[in-house]
């Protein structure tokens, strides 16, 4: 299972009940966020998930909207007594931008630990994810990222009776050990099924479409993507800025295959999305408008 929370959906510039961009994905109780943009603090504390429980901390890119909040962050962090490393990730330039924000966040209790990430695909693990970052089109460097929650082959006691594998050892089997029975090693690949199909979140915002979005999110759960112009009138302005159009970002989910499409990311001229959710739900109809504190509970397939 996997819980997602859109703690930030404004762009550029926060409104009174759109604060600037910031992600939290939970597994097994332990959270990464993805961007941290000014007021991520506040949101988490409305989310009541915690501070302590963030290991990881994933940035797109480095416009203010996205990284400042760190400090508040960080400080909020230290307020709770983590003692913990947390994981950085962004493109290059992690360590310049992280160092000169920390300047008015001294004296942390806890290590940070930074992971500078090509501008191609990558791959790297966090709370339990396999997740893959790959490069945006924002005009600047910027990364989108893939998380995959994988899921293990189902067991079969019936296999394991005919082994003669004790009932005992059934939880050593299951949770991929191999155990041995009378001399005999038994392996886990010797008592399960066939591979089961996990959870795929695909992120991706501050960008035009690219073909990895669609490419990676193939099958995906949900999709996270930018909807920073509702209008089709607004497409010159999309392209200057290297954002997206509502319509746009909809095309990418259909072809991706995807069940489920979240914008976020709107931008402060859009008061309201609702009329122009019309222009996107015409091309995928599974598209919704995101909202801070909106929680999205992802369970695997049946």
């Not at 893939?146 to 009932?167: G, I, M």
């Not at 746009?248 to 914008?263: H, I, P, Q």
Request: charged share 20%; proline share 8%; hydrophobic share 40%.
């Amino acid at each position: 299972m996997m819980d997602v929370c859109t703690l930030g959906t404004g762009g550029a510039i926060p409104l009174p009940e759109r604060a600037l961009s910031s992600l939290d994905v939970r597994v097994g109780g332990r959270c990464l966020l993805i961007d941290c943009g000014e007021g991520t603090q506040v949101q988490l504390r409305k989310l009541g998930w915690g501070f302590k429980c963030v290991d990881a901390l994933l940035l797109t890119h480095y416009h203010a909207d996205h990284c400042g909040g760190l400090p508040g962050f960080l400080l909020s962090m230290t307020k709770a007594d983590r003692l913990e490393p947390l994981h950085l990730y962004g493109p290059p330039g992690l360590r310049r931008v992280v160092e000169a924000l920390c300047v008015i966040a001294p004296a942390l209790t806890f290590p940070l630990v930074l992971h500078e990430l090509p501008l191609g695909e990558s791959r790297f693990g966090a709370i339990g994810l396999d997740i893959t970052a790959f490069p945006l089109n924002h005009g600047m460097p910027c990364l989108g990222y893939c998380l995959s929650l994988s899921r293990a082959p189902e067991f079969d006691p019936a296999r394991a009776r005919a082994l003669e594998v004790p009932v005992k050892l059934w939880r050593h089997l299951q949770a991929g050990e191999t155990v041995e029975v009378s001399g005999r090693v038994i392996a886990p690949a010797q008592v399960t099924g066939s591979p089961r199909r996990g959870i795929r979140l695909l992120y991706a915002t501050d960008t035009r479409p690219v073909e990895a979005i669609a490419r990676l999110g193939a099958g995906a759960d949900l999709m996270v993507l930018e909807g920073m112009y509702g209008d089709d009138d607004k497409l010159p302005q999309a392209l200057k800025n290297h954002h997206m159009l509502f319509r746009e970002a909809a095309a990418l989910a259909a072809e991706s295959g995807a069940k489920r499409l979240l914008l976020t990311h709107l931008s402060n001229c859009i008061d309201d999305p609702a009329p122009y959710l019309p222009l996107a739900r015409a091309v995928f109809p599974e598209t919704e408008t995101a909202q801070d504190g909106m929680t999205v509970t992802l369970r695997y397939p049946d």
